[in-house]
């Protein structure tokens, strides 16, 4: 997928044994993280260094090893794919690039499905907006943006369905 592909490295995988290697597996240049393996309970501990994203063998002493990864770069918008999933959805998250934090809150929540979309956009003075994508496909529908209200908690999501989140980068 070449949607949101960066020119610097927005995280890297590693694997790490119980004897302390750490061995480059590979780079990505995509803002798009996909779920992957395992079931994360959060955004926060999807993006987390010290969440094992898969399981493989160190290449150094043969022993155990989990693939973790590490942010690079923080680039402007993060988007996390999230099919089938029951993760809880942070309305905020915080992301480590060597020395640097930075901090991301939900932009937006994309519901997709039977060719049909429908999102919940939050502007930056939390009004919540909702958007019904069949106005694409149904020319005798006028499409409208609908101020749904102000931004309390969490944006909720329809666990039958599937999501994209958008973060957008505070610093």
Same mark, same amino acid.
């Given at each position: 997928?070449?949607?949101?592909?960066?020119?610097?490295?927005?995280?890297?995988?590693?694997?790490?044994?119980?004897?302390?290697?750490? !061995?480059?597996? /590979?780079?990505?240049?995509?803002?798009?993280?996909?779920?992957?393996?395992?079931?994360?309970?959060?955004?926060?501990?999807?993006?987390?260094?010290?969440?094992?994203?898969?399981?493989?063998?160190?290449?150094?002493?043969? /022993?155990?090893?989990? !693939?973790?990864?590490?942010?690079?770069?923080?680039?402007?918008?993060?988007?996390?794919?999230?099919?089938?999933?029951?993760?809880?959805?942070?309305?905020?998250?915080?992301?480590? @690039?060597?020395?640097?934090?930075?901090?991301?809150?939900? !932009?937006? !929540?994309?519901?997709?499905? /039977?060719?049909?979309? @429908?999102?919940?956009?939050?502007?930056?003075?939390?009004?919540?907006?909702?958007?019904?994508?069949?106005?694409?496909?149904?020319?005798s529908i006028e499409p409208t943006l609908e101020l749904v209200g102000v931004r309390a908690t969490a944006v909720g999501r329809d666990a039958e369905r599937n999501?994209?989140?958008?973060?957008s980068k505070v610093d």
């Amino acid at each position: 997928m070449h949607f949101l592909r960066t020119n610097a490295v927005v995280t890297e995988k590693y694997y790490t044994c119980l004897n302390g290697h750490q !061995v480059h597996h /590979s780079n990505d240049y995509s803002a798009v993280l996909s779920v992957g393996v395992y079931e994360y309970e959060s955004i926060v501990q999807w993006v987390s260094t010290e969440t094992r994203h898969a399981e493989a063998r160190c290449e150094i002493c043969g /022993s155990t090893a989990g !693939v973790k990864q590490r942010f690079r770069h923080g680039p402007p918008l993060l988007v996390f794919s999230i099919p089938d999933s029951r993760i809880r959805i942070d309305n905020t998250f915080d992301i480590s @690039t060597g020395n640097h934090c930075h901090t991301y809150i939900l !932009v937006a !929540v994309i519901y997709y499905g /039977s060719q049909h979309f @429908t999102s919940q956009l939050v502007t930056r003075d939390g009004r919540l907006w909702f958007y019904d994508g069949i106005t694409i496909a149904d020319p005798s529908i006028e499409p409208t943006l609908e101020l749904v209200g102000v931004r309390a908690t969490a944006v909720g999501r329809d666990a039958e369905r599937n999501a994209v989140l958008g973060g957008s980068k505070v610093d």
